[in-house]
């Protein structure tokens, strides 16, 4: 029977930016409660962090940002308005992007097919001379050059479905066709970027795939825009491994989110996401844990998406997709305004 991998690790919760912060240790409490009441039917193997390298670290960010933040080890430090240390943070983000390696590793190693990194803070917002949005280093953007640069790997999809625009991320790849990049997220809202005129440059141009969206979308909406959208272009990039910025902001009870997506409209998101990768890359999938602030909410929806990968689907497929195909006349306009932008480089969305 194939594993689950998983990395988890005390110090993640050691990361305390106050009581009264969002992005709070009790997000991870929630999901390792959640995990050891529940029954799966294949086994979750544990993946051991480690601290990212420097050297790893600086694919990502400039030397003097990293020094910038070896510098609050042991302190409390205000780095951004929404963002800060603790005396443990440094340690905890180090062992963010090195648990966020250590689960592609996992993956590209074969030793099982899909992996989950339940690490923070997060990382999709941090810039490479800045910390942004609760995120001190960029984890999945780390992991990606990692696989790039370590593993030989030539083609990486990384997936943000996070409610906020993964700035940080896009900007690494933004000219690198090594790394497709695909954000949808709410528009405009924090950060500001993920416009539907960022589209890559260079050799990029064409890889970051940018879905702005209205508030109010739910679990139909991002479904028929991973079918219509997302899949066409994934089956055409055949990527090596899919990367899941997996921030759980979007869900229907998130008190900083305005989406509506339920418990097993992430299933279902994944379900999309499985079936790209068998038919691309031999189901390798890294999920890497991003945003989400409604604590129950997002442990029942990690459980779900748990449940998808081993095969469990806990809902009718059949009838989700009759339902996806009656509401898709809700993200028609959206697709189709997204299909005259990307089809001149991939003639794939061209009717």
């Known amino acids: 029977m194939t594993a689950i991998g998983i ?4 110090i993640y919760r050691e990361h305390d930016m106050g009581s009264f912060h969002p992005e709070s240790p009790e997000r991870l409490q929630a999901i390792e409660d959640a995990i050891n009441q529940a029954t799966f039917r294949t086994p979750l193997v544990e993946i051991s962090p480690r601290p990212a390298l420097t050297k790893e670290l600086q694919r990502v960010h400039s030397l003097s940002y990293i020094h910038q933040i070896s510098s609050t080890s042991g302190k409390n430090v205000q780095l ?4 800060s240390t603790s005396p443990k943070s440094y340690e905890a983000a180090l062992m963010a992007a090195g648990g966020a390696i250590a689960a592609v590793d996992w993956v590209l190693e074969e030793k099982g097919k899909q992996s989950l990194a339940l690490v ?3 990382g999709h ?4 001379d800045r910390a942004m949005g609760f995120c001190i280093f960029n984890n999945i953007a780390i992991a990606a050059k990692h696989a790039i640069e370590d593993k030989k790997t030539q083609r990486i999809l990384i997936v943000d479905w996070d409610l906020h625009h993964g700035n940080g991320t896009q900007h690494t790849f933004y000219s690198d066709n090594r790394v497709l990049y695909f954000s949808t997220h709410q528009y405009p809202y924090y ?3 993920g416009s539907l005129q960022e589209i890559g440059e260079g050799r990029g141009e064409g890889y970051t795939v940018n879905i702005p969206l209205d508030v109010g979308n739910g679990d139909t909406e991002y479904a028929n825009i991973f079918r219509h959208i997302l899949t066409p272009i994934a089956l055409d990039y055949k990527p090596e491994i899919i990367l899941v910025s997996a921030g759980f902001d979007i869900h229907e009870g998130d008190p900083l989110g305005g989406m509506n997506v339920t418990d097993k409209g992430f299933s279902r998101l994944t379900d999309i996401l499985m079936d790209i990768s068998a038919k691309t890359c031999g189901e390798k ?8 602030y409604n604590v129950e909410g997002e442990a029942k929806a990690l459980i779900e998406i748990i449940h998808t990968l081993e095969g469990n689907i806990p809902f009718n497929r059949k009838e989700w997709i009759a339902r996806e195909n009656q509401d898709l006349k809700k993200v028609t306009p959206t697709i189709e305004r997204i299909k005259s932008i990307y089809g001149a480089y991939w003639p794939v969305l061209n009717p």
């Open 125 to 128: 917002h941090a810039e490479d």
């Open 7 to 10: 990395v988890r690790h005390p």
């Open 285 to 292: 999938i890294v999920f890497t844990l991003e945003g989400g």
């Open 120 to 122: 923070r803070p997060p």
């Open 191 to 193: 950060p500001g970027t």
């Open 80 to 83: 951004d308005p929404d963002t």
